[in-house]
């Protein structure tokens, strides 16, 4: 059992790694691996909406997005962290969850997601909201903390001093292993997953 924790801050180790390197002890104390992704703080390109990844189920960008998508198989849970900026998740994060929701999204169908914010100050549960939005439009079960899934300071060091932004993400954790965990016993036991109706899609004009 896998766990991909991507950090879309700027910073490799700023606040929202520290988020991040909690939840990751924690997979470990439960007997869960996981690693750790960096999206690093280059450009990351936003979907055009051209759909030619509908033919070849990839990204004609051929980035980092692309170099996920093909590894999500490996994993039986995600979680996506951001810092807050005015109010919403990094540009570079949302970018990334765009073109990799619409290039991947299949191979994340059910499987466990949760999102983790970090922020000085204000505006943690509006970013919060818009990345919970991509789980929920692809059928992935949220996981839920005793708090919202934040976490507060400008930096790793501040982070340290928000105890009750750090056992949220503990009990986030164990939240999401019992969750991984339950969903592997109902797979041995021949739970098959939910049965889709073919999607129905219609456009208001």
């Known amino acids: 059992m896998k766990v991909l924790l991507i950090n ?5 180790n700023g606040s929202t790694n520290r988020a991040l390197t909690e939840i990751a002890a924690t997979l470990k104390s439960e007997g869960i691996e996981s690693d750790v992704l960096w999206l690093g703080n280059s ?15 990839e990204c004609f960008r051929k980035d980092i997005v692309n170099e996920v998508g093909a590894r999500l198989d ?4 995600y979680v996506f962290g951001s810092p ?11 970018s990334f969850m765009d073109r990799l929701f619409y290039t991947s999204s299949k191979k994340m169908y059910m499987k466990p997601a949760a999102a983790v914010v970090s922020c000085r100050r204000g505006g943690a549960s509006a970013a919060f909201d818009e990345i919970n939005k991509y789980f929920t439009i692809n059928c992935m079960p949220v996981v839920s903390s ?13 982070a ?5 932004g750090l056992q949220t993400m503990r009990t986030l954790t164990r939240n999401m292993a019992y969750m991984i965990k339950a969903f592997a016993l109902a797979k041995e036991n021949g739970l098959a997953l939910p049965e889709r109706e073919a999607q129905v899609r219609t456009n208001f004009i």
């Open 8 to 12: 879309g801050g700027p910073h490799e």
């Open 160 to 164: 340290e001093q928000d105890l009750e």
């Open 43 to 57: 450009p990351i390109a936003s979907c055009i909406g051209c759909g030619a990844c509908k033919k070849s189920g």
């Open 84 to 94: 807050v900026h005015y109010a919403a998740c990094s540009g570079a994060l949302s």
């Open 146 to 158: 005793q708090y919202w899934n934040q976490i507060h300071g400008s930096d790793a060091c501040e």
């Open 74 to 77: 490996e994993y039986d849970g």
